[in-house]
């Protein structure tokens, strides 16, 4: 099904309704809103005035002074009514809570796996599982390891090594798969390494990296039959495993039919195991998981739980977040609300894209990603394009997105004082999940079209202070001025 559009607001799904039954096609937020969170207005003066206070770093602002924030779609979104009611059901006991068997049986069905694993969010996760089977000299292959995966890998001395499809390195490339894996690139790499060195196989659905991008079934048939091949297990981090389940049941041939539930668990029933941030596709606003067959493995990693989360019926985790996970992993497969969430997110794509904003395509599952070098098409990679458009977008309309470019990867050469700079200088506009109505994004829209129309006059920004690692969250930046 394409999505198209019936007048300036509206998004219809282009289904064949020849009945002589009219319907009203229009794709609204599947809820009311029972609770609300004021915004605060500011003016531009005083968001000028603000980011210069925070070093032009928003990470540094207050979410207060922030209309629309759209820094991460992780751990931002709304619960519901239901999830609030388990919060109330929480059972707080230390071992053995009720909340855990709950908690359990929520992910056994979806995942299939024996062993459960709480966690408190995605990267405790990961941690845990590289402690139990990740060595110096490894290699994990995979889609495109997340920032905190890659980082957990390569403190346990392994390469984290990104075999996507070509197409995912093009911006522009219209794939309906494009966080698919190179499947001849991996059957080489594991011919190469094999598994006394390649520990396990990670795919990540969706692909964040490059942009919320699905992965198809049949391309995770086919990792999974080289994995079986080389007697390598395959992982799925699966933080936006609806999103994916949901562009399958769109975009691939044979899927149509078929519940998000069923392409999930057809999904899962493809893995050894699983790790995931339920701070995303489990509408928490903290908690994750792992969910293996493997008991050896499962022990290794109920035993290090132990040390630095907590016991294996809370894994770092309040009774009541057990709940709320477990209410929001069914709700999550809910088809009105996919339909509505994919897209939300193409709405936001489109638009912009009709009125010249450069955007990357195929639109992703949660976030929409802005090609900042061709947006600020004046200012060279020094004066860092992308951080720059986050801040004019900031002072403009009070809206936060996140860079991910040129001062995320961009490295000095210590010894020339040159700079490499990343392939693309993006901004994300991620969606929390649920919070936002349709008139926020109209906002959102309408102020990047607004700072495009005049984006030769957004000034360029210099690193005051550079941390050596994870620059963004902390660095300061002063007006480059010429
Ligand atoms: N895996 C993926 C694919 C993620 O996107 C994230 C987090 C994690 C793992 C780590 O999970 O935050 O619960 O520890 N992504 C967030 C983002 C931070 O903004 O994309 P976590």
Known sequence: MIWIELGPARLVPRCATHSTVA?????????????????????????????READYNPFRLRAEHVLIDLLTDSGTGAMSSEQWAGVMRGDESYAGARSFFRFEAAVRDLFGHRHVVPTHQGRASE??????????????????????????LEASGATALDLPIPEAR???????????????????????????????????????????????????????????HHGVPLWLDAARFAENAWFVKMREPGWADRTPREIARATFALCHGALMSMKKDAFGNIGGLLSLDDDAWAERIRTALILTEGFPTYGGLAGRDLEALAVGLDEVLEEDYLRYRIASTAYVGRHLKDAGVPVLEPFGGHAVYVDARRFCDHLPDERLPGWSLCVALYEHAGIRACEIGNVMFGRPDPDTGSWTWPA????????????????????????LVELHARRHAIPGLRFVHRPETLPHFTARFAPAHG
């Open 23 to 51: 319907v009203v096609k229009t794709i609204i937020e599947p809820f009311r809103i029972k609770v609300v969170e004021p915004l605060r207005m500011t003016s531009v003066e005083t968001r000028q005035r603000l980011i």
């Open 424 to 447: 693309l200088d993006l901004v994300r506009l991620a969606f929390p999940r649920r919070v936002y109505t349709q008139a926020h994004m109209d906002y959102v829209i309408e102020a």
């Open 170 to 228: 093009d911006p522009g490339a219209p794939h309906p798969f494009k966080g698919n894996v190179d499947v001849d690139a991996l059957e080489q790499c594991l011919r190469r390494h094999g598994p006394a060195r390649v520990p396990f196989v990670l795919v990540t659905i969706t692909s964040n990296v490059v942009g919320g991008q699905p992965v198809s079934l049949e391309n995770l048939r086919a990792v999974r039959a080289v994995c079986d």
């Open 127 to 152: 941690r845990l599982l590289c402690h139990a089977v990740v060595r110096p000299g490894h290699v994990v292959p995979g889609n495109g390891h997340f920032d905190t995966t890659r980082a957990n």
